[in-house]
């Protein structure tokens, strides 16, 4: 039993370090994503499966864990996957974080100072975005207005709320169900840069769209 619980490992180790590719949007080295979720589950579930049932509960475990560590993050693949293909050259980042994606939307290419009237250049972008959306409906939606600093805090945090009920509104009408949708204006409360340059205050000036699992779903 000890045998085949080295060779699983050793197998499984050899597709973890055989997963290394280079993301093409940063230049940078990366492990695949979903086989790492994958393998990883494999070792787990081999090492379980062997202390139980030795060499086919080894077999056995190695292929549930997969299954199941690939689950969401392979979800979260193919999600991120579609959304860096369908919004390149817009002036919207992707960022993943773990497993959960965020979309951060600049200020000045969503609204006008002081409006919380959506620029009708960026109508295009959102329709992408509720596309991308609309295929993967096993999220929630959090849509997370920012402001700078500058001004009066209370009016900071109604014009953040009203900017992510503007673009919330905006991805419903595209066909996103609108249970899976959440608004909410943080004003300044969470910079992402110094307030204290225009740089800086520009950056803060944003909509993020954040996207979670959801509980109890059986992700393949």
Known sequence: MKKTIIAVLVSGSVAL????TTNPYTGEAEYNKTSKYGGIGALTGAVIGALANGK???LAGAAIGAAAG???GYYVDRQEDALREHL??????VV???DQLSLIMPGNITFN???YDIQAGFYRTLNSVGM???EFDQTIIEVAGHTDSTGAHTYNMQLSDKRAR?????????GVMANRVRPVGYGPDRPIASNSNSQGRAQNRRVEINLYAVEGVQYR
């Open 113 to 115: 100072t002081d409006s």
């Open 96 to 98: 993943r974080n773990g």
């Open 17 to 20: 370090t055989g997963c290394q």
């Open 88 to 93: 390149r050259g817009t002036g919207v980042r």
């Open 166 to 174: 503007s673009v919330a509104s905006y991805l419903i009408n595209q």
């Open 70 to 72: 690939s689950g969401w």
């Open 56 to 58: 086919d509960g080894a």
């Open 132 to 134: 991308v959306l609309r």
